[in-house]
């Protein structure tokens, strides 16, 4: 049974990279499509030299890949013509030219406030000639630890380092203890210190370089080059939102492995082995490949977009935004919604989390979102979309963007309104002000005679009733469990908005080539189970139940170093690595027609060089 987390209703399977910060507003008026390119690129000119001292020369002789063919073939498109039947797959539609090496990747991950450490083994299987070579991984090493950030209630920088320069030492030490041991020949093999046995060297070293806070990704690069050069080998800087988005590849590696696999979903696992071989037998029958193009919904603390990704280097930013992520936004609104004991119980600074908990208490943990009824009912229409949500508590919500349909995400007003409410709770929550704001439980929305508000602040009538204080505490709770689902649920609904948009251009003007089939969804919010509900139900409503939606087990979806292996080693096999005076890069856009020229950079700022 695949391990990725496949929703019903789906189509042909593909796979990507993309993410970065995004661009400037006033470069989103547009949606970044193929078919709205205008402006041509001159050709990239890298430079092959993996020297740490090289510099990138210009030549006019250099051999095109089809990787690098595809980004200039992106570039220099004046005008697609999508309604043409496609006779010939596009050329950036073509797969990356692939070099079947067996690598073993030592990754480190220090983007934020996670330290993170793994050891990746892929190779290229050679068991079904008949089909394309399939990639299949082990995990011989994964571990993260995570900052105690509690007491700044978010993350506080220096905080973050020294607990990068810690703890990543060790964890590293930990890794190396986990690789194989060397034949009896010895060949690029070592000592380790603690063991008397001979281990094989990893083949590559995979670190995250952007985006991230500068201070903290520096202290994972410098102990990467440092390893970079003490075992003499290549190393990559990994973009980290790119790493996000090839989750899913790397967790179908992962279930191609002989043993048991990390990324098996509970759900999967409760299926009977009869079970599991079925709906292996027609996956694979419905979905033969995981081919280009495919929209990637990047969610985390820090980034919120849509992406079209055409190949492992070569995306297409369809929608961001340009002041607060959907995480952050969550993050700010539980910190008010949350009640201050379950503040208080927390273990870490994951707020978005304890209020997808707090709002669904009755979920089980290591659920799937098709095992629990939600008791949600998408819009059917565009109409319904941007409807006011009007509780029953006397408050409303707006939709994000209700009057717009430009391509954009904003969650700013949709946060601000959340803590004004959150406030409010919290301003009339003492025991002589509980009746004129809460509802008591006999007039709760849950109840059958619920028809009216208790009495205002004004209301002369004193024969209202009060309630007590332990009625008061039950009704705030129930009142702020009604909040959080109001707020994820406009949320995610502005987020599925977009999606439908764009494909509903798609249905209109593009060619079964350029058509997206598939939506993988990652991203440390993508691990929100109503999310993936939400997404499934709306794209089904609207007429798109048939594109598949595709998300990382749990587990993967929040920061981690096996992601970072694996895009590094799928980066090297496209014949990529990075310079040992690469520096940190703060903001780093996956677009390939913005400024920063994407993933590979630009001809004057290239972001690695050819090996």
Same mark, same amino acid.
């Given at each position: 049974?695949?391990?990725?987390?496949?929703?019903?209703?789906?189509?042909?399977? &593909?796979?990507?990279?993309?993410?970065?910060?995004?661009? /400037?507003?006033?470069?989103?008026?547009?949606?970044?499509?193929?078919?709205?390119?205008?402006?041509?690129?001159?050709?990239?000119?890298?430079?092959?030299?993996?020297?740490?001292?090289? %510099?990138?020369?210009?030549?006019?002789?250099?051999?095109?890949?089809?990787?690098? %063919?595809?980004?200039?073939?992106?570039?220099?498109?004046?005008?697609?013509?999508?309604?043409?039947?496609?006779?010939?797959?596009?050329?950036?539609?073509?797969?990356?030219?692939?070099?079947?090496?067996?690598?073993?990747?030592?990754?480190?991950?220090?983007?934020?406030?996670?330290?993170? !450490?793994?050891?990746?083994?892929?190779?290229?299987?050679?068991?079904?000639? =008949?089909?394309?070579?399939?990639?299949?991984?082990?995990?011989?090493?994964?571990?993260?630890?995570?900052?105690?950030?509690?007491?700044?209630?978010?993350?506080?920088?220096?905080?973050?380092?020294?607990?990068?320069?810690?703890?990543?030492?060790?964890?590293?030490?930990?890794?190396?203890?986990?690789?194989?041991?060397?034949?009896?020949?010895?060949?690029?093999?070592?000592?380790?210190?603690?063991?008397?046995?001979?281990?094989?060297?990893?083949?590559?070293?995979?670190? %995250?370089?952007?985006?991230?806070?500068?201070? /903290?990704?520096?202290?994972?690069?410098? !102990?990467?080059?440092?390893?970079?050069?003490?075992?003499?080998?290549?190393?990559?800087?990994?973009?980290?939102?790119?790493?996000?988005?090839?989750?899913?590849?790397?967790?179908?590696?992962?279930?191609?492995?002989?043993?048991?696999?990390?990324?098996?979903?509970?759900?999967?696992?409760?299926?009977?082995?009869?079970?599991?071989?079925?709906?292996?037998?027609?996956?694979?029958?419905?979905?033969?490949?995981?081919?280009?193009?495919?929209?990637?919904?990047?969610?985390?603390?820090?980034?919120?977009?849509?992406?079209?990704?055409?190949?492992?280097?070569?995306?297409?930013?369809?929608?961001?935004?340009?002041?607060?992520?959907?995480?952050?936004?969550?993050?700010?609104?539980?910190?008010?919604?949350?009640?201050?004991?379950?503040?208080?119980?927390?273990?870490? !600074?994951?707020? &978005?989390?304890?209020?997808?908990?707090?709002?669904?208490?009755?979920?089980?943990?290591?659920?799937?979102?098709?095992?629990?009824?939600?008791? +949600?009912?998408?819009?059917?229409?565009?109409?319904?979309?941007?409807?006011?949500?009007?509780?029953? +508590? *006397?408050?409303?919500?707006?939709?994000?963007?209700?009057?717009?349909?430009?391509?954009? +995400?904003?969650?700013?007003?949709?946060?601000?309104?959340?803590?004004?409410?959150?406030?409010?709770?919290? =301003?009339?929550?003492?025991?002589?002000?509980?009746?004129?704001?809460?509802?008591?439980?006999?007039?709760?929305?849950?109840?059958?005679?619920?028809?009216?508000?208790?009495?205002?602040?004004?209301?002369?009538?004193? /024969?209202?009733?009060?309630?007590?204080?332990?009625?008061?505490?039950?009704? @705030?709770?129930?009142?702020?469990? +009604?909040?959080?689902?109001?707020?994820? @649920?406009?949320?995610?609904?502005?987020?599925?908005?977009?999606?439908?948009?764009?494909?509903?251009?798609?249905? =209109?003007?593009?060619?079964?080539?350029?058509?997206? =089939?598939?939506? !993988?969804?990652?991203?440390?919010?993508? /691990?929100?189970?109503?999310?993936?509900?939400?997404?499934?139900?709306?794209?089904?409503?609207?007429?798109?139940?048939?594109?598949?939606?595709?998300?990382?087990?749990?587990?993967?979806?929040?920061?981690?170093?096996?992601?970072?292996?694996?895009?590094?080693?799928?980066?090297?096999?496209? *014949?990529?690595?990075?310079?040992?005076?690469?520096?940190?890069?703060?903001?780093?856009?996956?677009?390939?027609?913005?400024?920063?020229?994407?993933?590979?950079?630009?001809?004057?700022?290239?972001?690695?060089?050819?090996?």
């Amino acid at each position: 049974m695949r391990q990725l987390n496949l929703f019903h209703g789906s189509g042909l399977r &593909a796979w990507t990279a993309r993410g970065g910060l995004g661009i /400037s507003r006033a470069r989103q008026v547009r949606p970044q499509q193929p078919w709205n390119i205008k402006q041509a690129s001159p050709p990239r000119t890298m430079s092959t030299s993996h020297d740490p001292t090289s %510099t990138p020369k210009p030549t006019s002789t250099q051999t095109s890949t089809p990787e690098s %063919t595809c980004n200039m073939h992106i570039a220099h498109r004046n005008k697609a013509n999508w309604a043409q039947p496609d006779q010939n797959v596009p050329e950036y539609v073509r797969p990356t030219k692939r070099l079947p090496t067996e690598l073993l990747t030592l990754a480190i991950e220090t983007s934020c406030d996670d330290t993170c !450490v793994a050891l990746l083994q892929s190779y290229e299987s050679t068991e079904n000639l =008949k089909n394309k070579p399939e990639m299949v991984a082990h995990l011989l090493f994964n571990k993260k630890i995570t900052s105690d950030q509690r007491q700044f209630g978010g993350v506080h920088p220096a905080v973050a380092v020294e607990w990068h320069q810690r703890h990543l030492a060790t964890l590293v030490q930990e890794a190396i203890q986990s690789l194989p041991e060397a034949g009896p020949s010895g060949n690029q093999s070592y000592q380790t210190m603690r063991k008397p046995k001979q281990h094989i060297k990893p083949d590559l070293i995979a670190v %995250t370089r952007g985006p991230g806070m500068p201070t /903290s990704l520096a202290t994972g690069m410098e !102990v990467a080059k440092g390893l970079a050069l003490a075992w003499g080998i290549p190393i990559v800087g990994v973009h980290h939102m790119q790493a996000h988005a090839l989750t899913p590849q790397l967790v179908e590696a992962l279930d191609r492995s002989a043993g048991p696999s990390l990324a098996s979903s509970p759900w999967a696992q409760r299926q009977q082995p009869e079970q599991q071989a079925a709906s292996k037998k027609q996956e694979e029958a419905e979905h033969p490949s995981l081919d280009y193009p495919y929209l990637n919904l990047l969610v985390s603390g820090g980034h919120t977009q849509l992406v079209y990704s055409v190949s492992l280097t070569s995306h297409l930013i369809q929608c961001t935004t340009d002041n607060i992520a959907l995480g952050d936004m969550l993050d700010k609104a539980a910190r008010k919604i949350l009640p201050a004991s379950v503040l208080e119980s927390g273990q870490n !600074v994951m707020y &978005a989390a304890a209020l997808e908990r707090f709002a669904f208490p009755r979920f089980p943990a290591g659920a799937d979102e098709r095992e629990y009824n939600f008791e +949600y009912t998408p819009p059917a229409t565009r109409a319904a979309e941007i409807e006011q949500h009007s509780s029953p +508590y *006397g408050w409303h919500l707006s939709p994000p963007l209700y009057a717009s349909r430009k391509m954009e +995400y904003n969650f700013t007003g949709l946060g601000s309104q959340a803590q004004r409410i959150a406030d409010t709770l919290d =301003k009339f929550s003492s025991y002589e002000n509980a009746r004129d704001q809460v509802l008591s439980r006999e007039d709760s929305p849950e109840s059958d005679n619920a028809s009216y508000l208790a009495p205002s602040v004004n209301s002369d009538d004193s /024969s209202a009733p009060r309630l007590s204080p332990a009625l008061e505490e039950k009704d @705030q709770i129930e009142q702020r469990r +009604y909040l959080a689902r109001a707020v994820m @649920q406009l949320a995610f609904e502005h987020l599925a908005s977009r999606i439908v948009m764009v494909l509903q251009q798609q249905a =209109k003007h593009a060619g079964e080539a350029q058509k997206v =089939k598939t939506l !993988v969804v990652s991203g440390g919010v993508a /691990s929100n189970q109503f999310l993936r509900h939400v997404l499934r139900r709306v794209l089904e409503v609207r007429g798109f139940g048939h594109i598949r939606i595709m998300a990382p087990p749990v587990n993967l979806c929040t920061d981690n170093a096996a992601m970072i292996a694996w895009t590094g080693s799928e980066m090297y096999r496209a *014949g990529w690595v990075s310079k040992l005076d690469m520096l940190p890069i703060k903001k780093w856009s996956m677009s390939s027609t913005g400024e920063q020229g994407g993933i590979l950079g630009t001809d004057q700022k290239p972001f690695y060089v050819r090996r």
